[in-house]
């Protein structure tokens, strides 16, 4: 049972309050509490959210006491089960030595808004580096086809993204590259953009830092030897993993690390990363079809 719905506005496609109208408009949904979630910190973008059927507004870089108060205002507390109890998560890298400094981090910063999870923010900010390994390509050639709108919303996530993750520099980079876009000349955004791609490349150095000297602590068994891979433990794994993909369940994140870690060392590192970063992205839709790439490697994808 959904008992609130965070709605971020800058979607592609459909944005947030074109979504709001189809959730107020359907029996099903229309009493569920929305709670806007976006960059954008006017008092103006507030009223709007409010106008559209929202019931509350929290901004992003999103800070954990503002998104606890908002959840405890909407959602009744209520008794839980012993069976729907969840077991505390044990995976926290209290283990995981990270730098005491990371380029275009502000380290402390980024722990406190994952509530001190040392692999929380090393996968994400890995993450962020993959998914965003284009970005500056995609922004200029947005703007070379005079498409400002397409330009903003790319900008638009990295200024959320980058304050999520401690690049607090980069984000204040990308709202101002955001501003130049919507207001200023082809020369000022040019002057920006430079700006932008000067704050840019120090966070990647430093996701490459960790994903190059971090990742093999992420992983608590000895890799196999080639030789040694259960070909039919590997299909039931990924088996499982497409069911939850399709169901949307969350599950699937612990259900890919099982999978990554009985195929590290073994090669597929494209695939198995393209996978990651969806799955990371909670992009489940191009989770199977990764899913179905790197089965197709082992000459399994039809029996998934």
């Given at each position: 049972e959904i008992e609130l719905i965070f709605m971020d506005l800058q979607m592609p496609i459909l944005d947030g309050f074109e979504?709001?109208?189809?959730?107020?408009?359907?029996?099903?949904?229309?009493?569920?509490?929305?709670?806007?979630?976006?960059?954008?910190?006017m008092s103006g973008d507030r009223d709007r959210c409010l106008g559209a059927g929202m019931s509350d507004y929290v901004s992003k870089p999103i800070e954990l006491e503002q998104l606890y108060a908002c959840i405890k205002k909407w959602i009744k507390p209520r008794k839980i089960k012993e069976?729907?109890?969840?077991?505390?998560?044990?995976?926290?890298?209290?283990?995981?030595?990270?730098?005491?400094?990371l380029p275009g981090i502000d380290i402390n910063n980024g722990l406190t808004r994952v509530t001190g999870n040392k692999r929380l923010l090393q996968d994400l900010l890995i993450s962020f580096k993959k998914v965003?390994?284009?970005?500056?390509?995609?922004?200029?050639?947005?703007?070379?086809?005079?498409?400002?709108?397409?330009?903003?919303?790319?900008?638009?996530?990295?200024?959320?993204?980058?304050?999520?993750?401690?690049?607090?520099?980069?984000?204040?980079?990308?709202?101002?590259?955001?501003?130049t876009i919507?207001?200023?000349?082809?020369?000022?955004?040019?002057?920006?953009?430079?700006?932008?791609a000067a704050y840019l490349q120090p966070v990647f150095k430093s996701a490459k830092l960790l994903e190059d000297n971090l990742v093999l602590q992420k992983y608590s068994?000895?890799?196999?030897?080639?030789?040694?891979?259960?070909?039919?433990?590997?299909?039931?794994l990924m088996a499982d993993l497409k069911h939850s993909l399709i169901a949307n369940d969350m599950v699937a994140?612990?259900?890919?690390?099982?999978?990554?870690?009985h195929l590290y060392g073994h090669g597929f590192k494209e695939e198995v990363e393209n996978l990651q970063g969806d799955i990371n992205n909670l992009d489940f839709s191009n989770a199977l079809q990764s899913l179905t790439i790197l089965a197709d490697k082992f000459g399994k994808g039809s029996e998934l």
């Open positions: 979504a709001t109208k189809y959730l107020l408009d359907d029996p099903d949904t229309m009493n569920i509490p929305i709670v806007a979630m976006t960059a954008h910190a069976s729907e109890s969840q077991p505390t998560d044990k995976n926290r890298g209290e283990d995981l030595i990270l730098p005491d400094y965003n390994a284009s970005i500056l390509d995609k922004i200029r050639e947005a703007l070379d086809k005079e498409n400002r709108k397409e330009a903003l919303r790319l900008v638009h996530s990295i200024k959320g993204t980058s304050g999520n993750i401690g690049a607090l520099e980069l984000s204040t980079s990308a709202k101002e590259l955001e501003v919507k207001e200023g000349d082809d020369n000022s955004i040019d002057v920006a953009l430079k700006s932008f068994i000895k890799p196999q030897k080639i030789g040694e891979l259960d070909l039919p433990l590997l299909i039931q994140k612990k259900q890919f690390t099982t999978l990554q870690k």
